[in-house]
């Protein structure tokens, strides 16, 4: 069994995984913006997203699976500097969350979408999805993909 519920993993196949760091501070994906009868996507989020394709194509090229995925993302995210030392010793021992914005889900739709036509053709292939966020030394996204 996975770890993504119960989904159960073919033994036969050893499935080979693929890890992508991105390293900065995470961006969600932002709203599609409206005008002058078209739609398009914010220069920040473009941005965010041309990034991510150059940290995976300079990682592991252009690999284009196929079939069905698996994805862990880890945001990680830096301390806020305002924070005592117990309270920046217990981040870093994982005994505090890393709430507040982005949002995980922003995070993931903007590293996912922005991966089509790199790792994969279509986010749509991901069938599981492990997203967490975490405080870290240095803000990055670690992301795994595994094929199913």
């Given at each position: 069994m996975s770890a993504c519920g119960q989904i159960p993993l073919k033994p036969a196949i050893e499935a080979t995984a693929f890890r992508v760091e991105i390293p900065g501070v995470a961006r969600g994906k932002g709203r599609p913006r409206f005008g002058n009868g078209r739609t398009f996507t914010d220069p920040q989020t473009a941005n965010a997203e041309a990034w991510v394709?150059?940290?995976a194509m300079d990682q592991v090229g252009q690999l284009m699976l196929e079939g069905p995925l698996r994805v862990d993302l880890s945001i990680n995210v830096s301390v806020p500097v305002s924070w005592s030392k117990k309270k920046h010793a217990q981040a870093m021992d994982g005994e505090r969350w890393a709430t507040g914005r982005p949002d995980v889900d922003n995070v993931s739709k903007l590293a996912l979408d922005a991966?089509?036509?790199i790792l994969w053709k279509d986010d749509a292939q991901v069938?599981?999805?492990?997203?967490?966020?975490?405080?870290?030394?240095?803000?990055?996204?670690?992301?795994?993909?595994?094929?199913?």
């Open positions: 394709r150059q940290c991966l089509n036509g069938c599981c999805l492990s997203v967490v966020r975490q405080y870290a030394a240095a803000p990055a996204i670690i992301m795994t993909v595994t094929p199913l």
